[in-house]
């Protein structure tokens, strides 16, 4: 039988998963309809995050969808012979509201700051007419309101949420609290900055040569110790030993972003 755009074949990265997806987006929206769930994408920090956090490998095994989001991703797999595309997650995610704009979708956000939120609330449905934004909350909320507005946004069922918290807080945060609930969830990481025109991507040429790291390090200087983990990602790959990286703070973005 012929494969479709939605069958995934799911490999490993040291010790974690990656699904391999002829078409991630009709991937995703295909798990949508089946109830939804958590997507994770998965790049050489995150996986380096991982090994160093017990807890955020377990998330990322437990996610319905794990695409590979990063170059070292994408050369790890070409090394074990498996051909795949980049599937950035800022694409991913701008499809889906894309897609849900199309289909009623009813959207979260939930992240970044408050200046980045208010202008994300003013865009979006510019670019995507007809989107339904049910719930926008800014990341740097007071510590005792989240439980509240947690709930809230359970109560909501949104067909899509998307989460601009850092990692590992976000996929943390969603796998605690999509369980048992409809719709998409997934974490996608400094996007809400770049819709809102804060930060720009990349230039095209940067991400065919698989140094978009680069330019972001240009952009924010200060992330320079966390690229310290892409060499330690592909040593790891290289001797096929995943050590367990030196000890990394709890999260490797500030709060909110």
Same mark, same amino acid.
């Given at each position: 039988?012929?494969?479709?755009?939605?069958?995934?074949?799911?490999?490993?990265v040291?010790? =974690? $998963?990656?699904?391999?997806? $002829?078409?991630?987006?009709?991937?995703?929206?295909?798990?949508?309809?089946?109830?939804? %769930?958590?997507?994770?994408?998965?790049?050489?920090?995150?996986?380096m995050?991982?090994?160093?956090?017990?807890?955020?490998? +377990?998330?990322?095994?437990?996610?319905?969808?794990?695409?590979?989001?990063g170059?070292?991703?994408?050369?790890?797999?070409?090394?074990?012979?498996?051909?795949?595309?980049?599937?950035? %997650?800022?694409?991913?995610?701008?499809?889906?509201?894309?897609?849900?704009?199309?289909?009623?979708?009813?959207?979260?956000?939930? %992240?970044?700051?408050?200046?980045?939120?208010?202008? =994300?609330?003013?865009?979006?449905?510019?670019?995507?007419?007809?989107?339904?934004?049910?719930l926008?909350?800014?990341?740097?909320?007071?510590?005792?309101?989240?439980?509240?507005? @947690?709930?809230?946004?359970?109560?909501?069922? $949104?067909?899509?949420?998307?989460?601009?918290?850092?990692?590992?807080?976000? @996929?943390?945060?969603? @796998? +605690?609290?999509?369980? %048992?609930?409809?719709?998409?969830?997934?974490?996608?990481? #400094?996007?809400?900055?770049?819709?809102?025109?804060?930060?720009?991507?990349?230039?095209?040429?940067?991400?065919?040569?698989?140094?978009?790291?680069?330019? +972001?390090?240009?952009?924010?200087?200060?992330?320079?110790?966390?690229?310290?983990?892409? $060499?330690?990602?592909?040593?790891?790959?290289?001797?096929?030993?995943p050590?367990?990286?030196?000890?990394?703070?709890?999260?490797? #973005?500030?709060? #909110? @972003?």
């Amino acid at each position: 039988m012929a494969a479709t755009a939605t069958d995934k074949q799911r490999r490993e990265v040291l010790g =974690l $998963p990656v699904d391999i997806c $002829p078409d991630i987006l009709a991937a995703a929206i295909e798990l949508h309809g089946r109830g939804g %769930g958590q997507l994770v994408t998965l790049n050489a920090e995150m996986t380096m995050t991982a090994l160093a956090q017990p807890e955020l490998g +377990r998330v990322i095994r437990q996610a319905e969808l794990v695409i590979p989001d990063g170059a070292g991703v994408v050369w790890a797999l070409g090394r074990q012979g498996v051909r795949v595309r980049r599937s950035p %997650g800022i694409e991913l995610a701008h499809n889906l509201l894309a897609h849900g704009a199309r289909q009623g979708w009813r959207v979260a956000l939930v %992240g970044a700051s408050p200046q980045v939120m208010e202008e =994300l609330v003013k865009r979006l449905p510019q670019l995507h007419p007809g989107l339904q934004l049910v719930l926008a909350l800014h990341g740097f909320q007071p510590a005792e309101v989240w439980p509240e507005l @947690e709930r809230q946004l359970q109560e909501l069922k $949104p067909d899509l949420v998307l989460a601009a918290l850092g990692v590992p807080r976000q @996929e943390t945060w969603i @796998e +605690r609290l999509h369980q %048992g609930q409809p719709g998409l969830w997934m974490g996608v990481g #400094g996007s809400f900055d770049v819709w809102s025109g804060q930060k720009k991507r990349a230039p095209l040429w940067m991400g065919a040569l698989r140094i978009e790291w680069l330019y +972001r390090l240009i952009q924010e200087p200060s992330r320079w110790r966390r690229m310290l983990t892409l $060499p330690e990602f592909a040593l790891a790959v290289l001797s096929g030993n995943p050590r367990k990286p030196a000890k990394q703070r709890q999260a490797t #973005g500030r709060r #909110g @972003e």
